[in-house]
């Protein structure tokens, strides 16, 4: 069974993010990030043990309050390997990168449970394909062709 972390600022939100998600047959953990209370050990350089836990993850961009990069960008710098489902109520932000070590998978506006589930399977699926170059299963939007804020 996959596990998957999902950090996002609105709890009501990230209630149902989870549900839909164990619904699909995940089993799921929830943290409401950096702006939740407790320090984010991310955004100080350190290991998280939620994130270390998970095999994907789903990332609010706006789990920093702000809409900057900083805890995606430190994020993809401790794991690297590790899939990311970045998530929107909107437009995409500019900042997000759908190649590089910095990449993640955008889920951007509301989504549904099989959207959801459709993300973070293509997620794990990017993070199993060797380096040589990006790979999209059939039927999923091209993360690039978006329209971005």
Not at 15 to 41: F, N, T, W
Not at 87 to 112: C, F, I, K, Y
Not at 130 to 143: C, E, F, M, N, T
């Amino acid at each position: 069974m996959t596990r998957v972390l999902v950090v996002h600022h609105d709890v009501d939100v990230a209630d149902i993010e989870a549900e839909d998600l164990r619904r699909a047959g995940y089993e799921v953990q929830e943290c409401a990030g950096p702006i939740g209370g407790s320090p984010c050990p991310v955004l100080r350089g350190e290991p998280c043990w939620q994130v270390e836990w998970a095999d994907a993850l789903v990332y609010d961009a706006w789990a920093t309050g702000d809409g900057r990069s900083a805890l995606i960008d430190d994020l993809r710098d401790l794991y690297p390997d590790k899939p990311v489902v970045l998530t929107s109520n909107g437009l995409m932000l500019d900042w997000v990168r759908t190649e590089g070590s910095h990449q993640v998978t955008p889920a951007p506006g509301p989504v549904d449970r099989s959207g959801l589930s459709a993300a973070v399977e293509a997620a794990v699926a990017v993070a199993r394909v060797p380096a040589a170059g990006p790979y999209r299963p059939k039927g999923l939007p091209v993360p690039g062709h978006m329209p971005r804020w």
